[in-house]
Nanobody
Framework: QVQLVESGGGLVQAGGSLRLSCANSGRTFSRHAMAWFRQAPGKEREFVAAINWSGGNTFYTDSVKGRFTISRDNAKNTVYLQMNSLKPEDTAVYYC???????????????WGQGTQVTVSS
């Protein structure tokens, strides 16, 4: 069983930084690809970043490249999203997800956290 719990969201001014964490209580964390998605009010959930099981491959949506970094610590069963140079348009609920393979579509992931709110003020 995979249970994901996100933390680290909050309110930050534009240009600031936040680090999101996603803890996985399941025993098979190291076998899963992990991803971050986000959903702003009135918009569909969108892909943000993903990392394969070993951490050797990472992918980002264009709007966050150079600002966000996804990483994982398999010993701690945790995946992170370091967000720098935040913009108001980054405001959304951020979700972590786990799946067998690294994919970019939300439907490709089997397990989801409850989400954490990130609000960036201008």
């Amino acid at each position: 069983q995979v249970q994901l719990v996100e933390s680290g969201g909050g309110l930050v001014q534009a240009g600031g930084s936040l680090r999101l964490s996603c803890a996985n209580s399941g025993r098979t964390f190291s076998r899963h690809a992990m991803a971050w998605f986000r959903q702003a009010p009135g918009k569909e959930r969108e892909f943000v970043a993903a990392i394969n099981w070993s951490g050797g491959n990472t992918f980002y949506t264009d709007s966050v490249k150079g600002r966000f970094t996804i990483s994982r610590d398999n010993a701690k069963n945790t995946v992170y999203l370091q967000m720098n140079s935040l913009k108001p348009e980054d405001t959304a609920v951020y979700y972590c997800a786990a799946g067998e393979l690294l994919r970019f579509g939300a439907t490709e992931y089997d397990y989801w956290g409850q989400g954490t709110q990130v609000t960036v003020s201008s």
